[in-house]
């Protein structure tokens, strides 16, 4: 049940890959736990998602491309508000936002959480639901803090002392009383890359529990009476398979809403445990299904409220990764293929860090399979990168696939809906791909090509 992030790329012994990889039986297969649940592979050999040939998609939108298989992301959205049947599901819109997928979300009955002014400009102009928004950032504008206010956006996270002074004095003109959340930094260590652990002491986000500030932060805003304090907030990090740290995070926000009441006698109504729930990338991943990881956390709140004889709040969680992440794939044509006697051989596709930054930022591990076709050849060890002008260029670092990959074949990398386009940049001047919806035997783009046309556009000296 356990992933570790950091893959073996500096560790990695020769020709023989990191310890977990396996050569495969059959490098044509496809891991059901890696793939949507609409792609298939065809008897001639070809990758189909929603009915549709990556052949006939390349042809039709190019490459690089993400695919997102709508059926897979609409079963996602209602797996978390199924599972979590009492809660609220806020989907993360961090790892990936565009109107498309805040109107599926919305059809879907999810919230939504954004971190940014643009975030919210997006959801706002698929013409989401203003009190089903979640305004997350640890250093929001006046300017976003008040088109948030205008908006009328369900719940405001505050994360430091100045945005409490800051959304005070904007609400105060208004004369509004935004619902708003603490968040709370509970000092869990969470089992995962440092730069997405977000509940050590030694971070940027949020309150500490540990030094007072959670609790300060909470009495500052009931004695101040202009902002309406709902509940507690915490999100201890990102890609995480162990939820001992759920665990850990629930019980100390909730002995920190017991001792608000035992201070204040109010008893705040709403707790907000985040997201963070890991996905599959590789064979060595195992995530549990939303109906266990609900099943564990219902658990651990019932049992912690019993413990402080608190009332159950109204619980929040807010997904990304686990909801769109495994729903997309990238499909990239083989350009080069190189191979380094007795290491490995690089197979360099017309993407790269610029449509996903993961690996060389987390040292993620990927998978990859050819796409446009079956071979019979027996399968070598590849490593397949970029076409940036950066070493660290690297999709996936390591990955059997067939001897006989050449240039023009596809290959497609899944669990890259999250994190990925929306991390996205133009290094190297290299335009962002689009993303394609594909469902029922129909592909239609939802984020369009960028062009160097739109780079020079930007280039007004
Ligand atoms: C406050 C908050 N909520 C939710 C998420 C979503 O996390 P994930 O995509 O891992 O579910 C993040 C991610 O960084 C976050 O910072």
Request: hydrophobic share 40%; charged share 25%.
């Amino acid at each position: 049940m356990r992933a570790h992030e950091a893959g073996a790329l500096h560790g990695d012994i020769g020709n023989r890959g990191p310890a977990w990889l396996r050569s495969p039986e059959d490098v044509n297969a496809l891991v059901p736990q890696l793939w949507p649940r609409t792609v298939v592979r065809t008897d001639e050999g070809v990758l189909e998602v929603g009915g549709v040939s990556v052949t006939d998609l390349a042809a039709e939108h190019g490459t690089p491309a993400y695919f997102l298989d709508e059926d897979d992301l609409r079963a996602r959205c209602r797996d978390f508000k199924e599972a979590f049947a009492d809660a609220d599901v806020y989907y993360a819109g961090k790892s990936f936002l565009c109107k498309a997928v805040v109107r599926i979300v919305d059809e879907e009955g999810l919230f939504l959480d954004v971190c940014s002014g643009g975030e919210l400009a997006v959801a706002l102009a698929a013409g989401f639901p203003a009190e089903r928004l979640g305004f997350h950032g640890n250093n929001k504008s006046v300017s976003e803090l008040r088109r948030a206010l205008d908006a009328g956006v369900g719940r405001i996270i505050l994360d430091s002392f100045h945005e409490i002074d800051r959304l005070t004095e904007l609400a105060r003109e208004a004369g509004k009383r935004p619902a708003v959340l603490i968040r709370v930094t509970v000092g869990v260590e969470a089992h995962t890359h440092e730069f997405i652990a977000t509940a050590h002491e030694d971070q940027k986000f949020g309150f500490s529990l540990a030094g007072g500030a959670a609790f300060e932060a909470a009495t500052r805003v009931l004695d101040d009476g202009v902002l309406d304090l709902r509940g507690l907030h915490s999100h201890i990090g990102s890609q995480i398979f162990d939820t001992s740290g759920f665990e850990v995070a629930a019980r100390r926000v909730l002995g920190l809403q017991a001792q608000i009441r035992d201070a204040r006698g109010v008893e705040l109504a709403e707790l907000d445990l985040g997201g963070g729930f890991g996905i599959a990338y590789t064979t060595q991943d195992d995530p549990s299904p939303a109906s266990d990881l609900a099943k564990r956390i219902n658990k651990i709140v019932d049992a912690e409220c019993q413990a402080e004889s608190l009332q159950r709040p109204k619980l929040s969680i807010e997904p990304g990764r686990a909801v769109v992440g495994p729903a997309v794939f990238t499909l990239y044509e083989v350009g080069t293929v190189k191979n380094v006697d007795g290491i490995r051989t690089y197979v360099s596709v017309d993407g790269g860090m610029s449509d996903n930054i993961r690996t060389a930022l987390y040292d993620a591990s990927y998978s990859a399979t050819l796409a446009g076709r079956a071979s019979t050849e027996p399968p070598i060890l590849a490593r397949v990168v970029g076409k940036h002008c950066e070493s660290g260029d690297i999709v996936v670092k390591d990955e059997f696939l067939p001897a006989d990959v050449q240039p023009g074949d596809l290959v497609a990398v899944p669990g890259t809906g999250a994190y990925c386009r929306s991390m996205a940049s133009n290094y190297n001047h290299v335009p962002r791909p689009p993303v394609v919806a594909v469902r029922d035997g129909a592909s239609r783009v939802i984020v369009r090509r960028e062009t160097e046309d739109d780079l020079l556009a930007l280039d007004v000296g």
